[in-house]
Nanobody, 129 residues
Framework: QGQLVESGGGSVQPGGSLRLSCVSSRYMFGSDCMGWFRQAPGKEREVSATLYRQDGRTVYTDSGKGRLTLSRDNAKNTLYLQMNSLTPGDTANYSC??????????????????????WGQGTQVTVSS
């Protein structure tokens, strides 16, 4: 049930900021596992930030520490990724993802023990001068 719909991407100069939004259904928002991933042209997808609700921990990629903030708005079923001090290296397509409740394991890579098996279409972030 439900889709993950991202928005908030765009083009910014180095040092700028963006806030990405992922609107979910209440069903998907009930997942213990949600996060943001990115993929640049010619590169593999990599994690930006993940949240495991059972322990409340948010894990950020090393390059994003101090610059990224993941948050939730439970009233809006929305997951946010605030991105500050952006650099050209942040240029990528950013996707929201979740471990869909009740879905059987597909042997995918895990983050904080979570298998991210449900994905949005992504939103493009471009950082250039």
């Amino acid at each position: 049930q439900g889709q993950l719909v991202e928005s908030g991407g765009g083009s910014v100069q180095p040092g700028g900021s963006l806030r990405l939004s992922c609107v979910s259904s209440r069903y998907m928002f009930g997942s213990d596992c949600m996060g943001w991933f990115r993929q640049a042209p010619g590169k593999e997808r990599e994690v930006s930030a993940t949240l495991y609700r059972q322990d409340g921990r948010t894990v950020y990629t090393d390059s994003g520490k101090g610059r990224l903030t993941l948050s939730r708005d439970n009233a809006k079923n929305t997951l946010y990724l605030q991105m500050n001090s952006l650099t050209p290296g942040d240029t990528a397509n950013y996707s929201c993802a979740a471990e869909r409740p009740g879905l059987r394991s597909m042997g995918l890579p895990r983050y904080q023990g979570c298998e991210y098996n449900y994905w949005g279409q992504g939103t493009q972030v471009t950082v250039s001068s």
